[in-house]
């Protein structure tokens, strides 16, 4: 896909200075290299596994590498599309910030290390994405493209919908109150959602002017949902448990969401709560 718009304001590129690697440049890292240089040892790999703190320069604005541009333009994409979705619904859209992060990161959902994936924090309405997880897409499970990518932005800005329009709530609510199984089962639901969102962002984001869609694209962002469904994704969370690391469904629930997204463009198709289960 090409996006020819300047691309939201609405980044926050922390893959400079944030992360693990950036303890390294403060005085806790210049004691962990001398105590390494001590005792022969390099005990650069052990400060990277520290939980992230903030430390490096947040930029806020559009980034000038390449993927940062190109993230920042599907951003702003989904602002067009839901901006007007949410004027469809008599509402205003609020939009999410995207953080760009390199290793790890402090949310205000906890802490999360690069292994768990991009995910959406409601307490802070913020996406949080470290790029590194495009090479895991196309390394790892073979969907390379840049609408793949488009369509991960996509699924964790449907989260925020989800938030915003109050879905997430009501699963928080349902929560001690059904049984595990039926709340695992909730959350998948909510899941596909994010996917159907995904696929819905795709249908209007076509008839933007300053969106182009390639050949190959709708594939692309297939095989995504196919390869990071949970029968195929290998778990690897760590550290605190972070919203997106609940279960996501079957490859073939995940690309069955997205499609029907893509091909109806109807917000009022996506109730996948009340849906007949596949
Ligand atoms: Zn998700």
Not at 3 to 27: P, Q
Not at 46 to 59: D, I, R, W
Not at 167 to 182: F, I, M, N, Y
Request: net charge negative; hydrophobic share 35%; proline share 3%.
């Amino acid at each position: 896909m090409q996006w020819f718009g300047k691309g939201s304001n609405n980044v926050e590129d922390g893959r400079s200075g944030g992360g693990g690697k950036a303890i390294l440049g403060g005085g806790v890292g210049i004691i962990v290299v001398i105590v390494g240089l001590l005792f022969g040892q390099d005990l650069t790999g052990l400060v990277s596994q520290m939980p992230a703190t903030e430390q490096g320069e947040v930029k806020k604005g559009v980034p000038t590498d390449e993927a940062g541009k190109f993230t920042a333009g599907v951003l702003e994409s989904t602002e067009q599309v839901w901006d007007a979705q949410f004027a469809s619904l008599g509402k205003q859209y609020e939009y999410p910030v995207l953080r760009l992060f390199r290793d790890g990161v402090q949310s205000a959902c906890g802490s999360a290390s690069s292994a768990v994936g991009p995910f959406y924090c409601p307490g802070d309405h913020k996406i949080y994405i470290d790029l590194s997880f495009n090479d895991d897409l196309k390394n790892k499970f073979g969907a390379a493209g840049d609408f793949a990518q488009a369509y991960v932005i996509a699924h964790e800005v449907g989260h925020h919908v989800q938030n915003l329009l109050g879905t997430s709530d009501k699963l928080h609510q349902a929560r001690g109150r059904v049984s595990e199984v039926e709340y695992n089962k909730l959350s998948v639901m909510l899941e596909l959602q994010a996917d159907f969102y995904a696929g819905l962002w795709a249908h209007h984001a076509q008839n933007l002017k300053d969106f182009k869609l390639d050949a190959g694209d709708l594939d692309e962002a297939l095989t995504a949902a196919n390869a990071i469904g949970d029968d195929r994704l290998q778990k690897q969370s760590q550290g605190q448990v972070v919203p997106d690391a609940f279960t996501h469904g079957t490859s073939a629930q995940r690309m069955h969401w997205f499609k029907k997204g893509y091909e109806t463009g109807d917000i009022r198709q996506g109730d996948t709560f009340n849906a007949p289960r596949l």
